[in-house]
Structure formats: C-alpha cells, structure tokens
C-alpha cells in the first residue's frame, strides 16, 4: 500500500522550483513544473551524477556531467550517454501540502503526451544507417570511392563514452561525394558531449585515409537530434538495450 510523506508544505516550492528530499532513504528531487509536481531519483544512472542542479527543459532533466537527460515523468532515458531510468515517484498535493510515496506514479495520459513530444527520429539520407539496418550505405561508386568505403571508414572512430562505433550509434546522417571531395553529415549524442571534437577530428581523419579522397568537409547537425532510436541492432545488443 502506498505510503506517502510530507515531501514539501503548501507554497514552499515555487512554479520551476525544486526541492532536494529523501524517499525510502534514496536522494529524490521534488520539482514543480507550473502546478505538476515530479518526483525523482536525484542520481543520473549514467555515472553516478546528482541530478539536483540538472537545467529542466521540455519536461526533462538534463545532467550537469555528460548531458543525459531523462523524462521526468517517466524517468526514461531521452538523451544519452544515459540508457537506464532514474526512479520516480508517486505525488499526491493535498490542501497542507505535497506528499511523495516510494512507489512508482502511475501512468497518465498527461505523462503519455510529455512522452511523445520528445523529437523523434525523422527519416534519414538514403546513404546513412537505419536503425537495426546495416548500416552499409548503398554503394554508390565515384571514381575511386564508395559510400561503402566511407561508412565502413568511419567505423574506426569509437565513441569514447559508449565504446561504440559512430556508424552504429546513428551518429552519421548522410554521405555525399563528388570527384574526392566526401561530405558527411553527422550529429552527437549531446550537445554537451565533451568526446565532441574528437569524434569530429577522427572523422575527419578516417575519411582522409581513403584512397583518392581530396577533400572532406565534417558537417555538424543537431537537427534532428540523435536519439536512441537511431542505434543499429549491433549497438544495442552492446549496450544490453533490449
Ligand atoms: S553522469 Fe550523467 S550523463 Fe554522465
């Protein structure tokens, strides 16, 4: 049975304020988004982070240390280099105050909604990896070089915080190529990823290794985001991501 506590009285967290508090011992934050109250495990599951000073945006919690973030209604991973949920917690707000038990909140079609409003993975060039596809693009020759020599050279770059080639992260978008000059579009999991500039040099320079490449230009997108979603079956299996 539920068993709920006086987490924060009445008025005492402000609308985007939040409060550090216990629940069954855990560190938890009590956070107030207008008048919806979240509670959460203040520890990011990545590596051990406090969440407590984490920025909130759309509704998730971003980690100070490598940019994780996570659903604060649902706890779920959004972001990586996180790929486990933070624990949350059940809120009840009666008339002296909010109250959190240790149990899970139950599911709501309000936190169904803030679920789904989290960018999803748009369709991507015809050259670049599909989630649980191989990845190999679609062999397109140019003189000396083909996509396929580009992919499977950017497979040398791992992602150090994940220990995963970039290819089947999802990190590439795109290949193009004319007459020795390659073009590839590619995006981070984070825009806080600190591995960001090495990830980028060793693009760089993986692709300049092939034969009869001139040139190449690295371009950087955010946009679409990179989202779990773009990981290949390979990466998951890697990650244990099920
Ligand atoms: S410790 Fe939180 S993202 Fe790494």
């Known amino acids: 049975m539920s068993d709920f506590e006086l987490a924060a009285v009445s008025g005492e967290i402000p609308p985007g304020g939040r409060k550090s508090i216990f629940v069954d011992d855990l560190p938890a934050l009590l956070i107030r988004i207008e008048n919806r109250y979240f509670a959460v495990e203040d520890v990011c599951t990545h590596d051990g982070q406090p969440l407590t000073d984490g920025q909130i945006i759309d ?5 100070p240390r490598h940019g994780a973030r996570f659903d604060l209604a649902t706890g779920k991973p959004t972001r990586m280099p996180a790929t486990s949920a933070i624990r949350t917690f059940a809120v009840e707000v009666r008339t002296d105050g909010v109250y959190v038990s240790p149990d899970a909140p139950p599911a709501e079609p309000e936190a169904a909604a803030v679920a789904a409003s989290i960018p999803a ?11 649980g596809d191989s990845p190999v693009g679609a062999g397109v020759v140019v003189g000396d ?3 396929d020599a580009v992919i499977e050279a950017l497979r040398e770059v791992i992602d150090p915080e994940l220990m995963i080639n970039i290819v ?3 990190l590439v978008y795109s290949v193009q190529q004319t007459e020795g000059k390659v073009g590839v579009e590619m995006t ?13 040099h ?6 300049e290794r092939i034969p009869g490449v001139s040139e190449v ?7 679409p985001p990179w989202s779990p979603d773009r990981m290949t079956d390979a990466a998951r299996d890697q990650l244990g991501i099920f």
């Open 188 to 200: 981070l999991t984070s825009p806080a990823c600190p591995a960001g500039p090495q990830i980028i």
């Open 168 to 170: 089947d992260l999802g």
């Open 59 to 63: 509704c998730q919690i971003v980690c």
């Open 217 to 223: 230009e690295i371009k950087l997108t955010m946009s």
């Open 202 to 207: 060793q693009s760089r320079t993986a692709v």
């Open 121 to 131: 993975a748009t369709p991507i060039a015809a050259t670049a990896p599909v989630a």
């Open 145 to 147: 070089i083909t996509d």
